[in-house]
């Protein structure tokens, strides 16, 4: 059975960062910020699962757990946050 390179993972993790970035940069909709932001993370997951192959401790998972418990919890705070916002404005009227 073939392997999947190293180097693989890395473009693809870089890839998908960099268009995060840019959603980052570019998109002012709060929702699509937040998107930008999980797109990174998930890049940031990929390299925690392609250098975890050959760690017999398996940190790149514990890792990779960690980053996405943060992110859910971004996500969860920042979805309150919009939800607070648009009731509070809906009041004004």
């Known amino acids: 059975m073939n392997e999947i390179p190293l180097e693989a993972f890395w473009l693809i993790s870089a890839f998908l960062f960099t ?17 930008g932001i999980e797109l990174m993370l998930g890049a940031a997951n990929l ?31 920042a979805l309150a946050i919009i939800i607070q916002t648009f009731r509070s404005a809906k009041l004004r009227e």
């Open 47 to 77: 390299n925690f699962a392609a250098f975890n192959r050959g760690d017999t401790e398996q940190q790149g998972i514990i890792y990779g757990l960690f980053v996405l418990v943060v992110g859910v919890c971004e996500m969860a705070i």
């Open 19 to 35: 268009i995060g970035f840019a959603i980052i940069l570019i998109k002012k909709n709060t929702l699509f910020i937040l998107m």
